[in-house]
């Protein structure tokens, strides 16, 4: 059974640092599309990055420039590099994953991410 199962979640102050992790286990994959998401209290669920097993890589506007969304294969493991948070970024994040991506699109408008983690908080203080 697939799992993935995010960490790295916790309280900073505005213009810290964080790095989520997301390990992936339970199935052996080549080809994917995965992402990180975050849920703020009474917001919808937005796409934060997303990264595919070609490399290609995509932002929400909010987070260019401060976010970086990276893979590790051996590991299996899914990462969020966060720099100079804002009060603004405080929500859940989820991490998903498609891992039998066909290829073609693998943005924050992709709807195929099949799998997902229960989360981590993230609070920024400012």
């Known amino acids: 059974q697939v799992q993935l199962v995010e960490s790295g979640g916790g309280s900073v102050q505005a213009g810290g640092s964080l790095r989520l992790s997301c390990v992936v286990s339970?199935?052996?994959?080549?080809?994917?599309?995965m992402g990180w998401f975050r849920q703020a209290p009474g917001k919808e669920r937005e796409g934060v990055a997303t990264?595919?097993?070609?490399?290609?890589?995509s932002y929400a506007d909010s987070v260019k420039g401060r976010f970086t969304i990276s893979k590790d294969n051996p590991k299996n493991t899914l990462y969020l590099q966060m720099k100079s948070l804002k009060p603004e970024d405080t929500a859940m994040y989820y991490c998903?994953?498609?891992?039998?991506w066909g290829g073609g699109h693998c943005d924050l408008g992709y709807y195929g991410m099949n799998y997902w983690g229960k989360g981590t908080l993230v609070t920024i203080s400012s």
């Open positions: 339970g199935s052996t994959y080549t080809s994917y599309c």
């Open positions: 990264i595919d097993s070609d490399g290609s890589k």
């Open positions: 998903a994953a498609d891992i039998s």
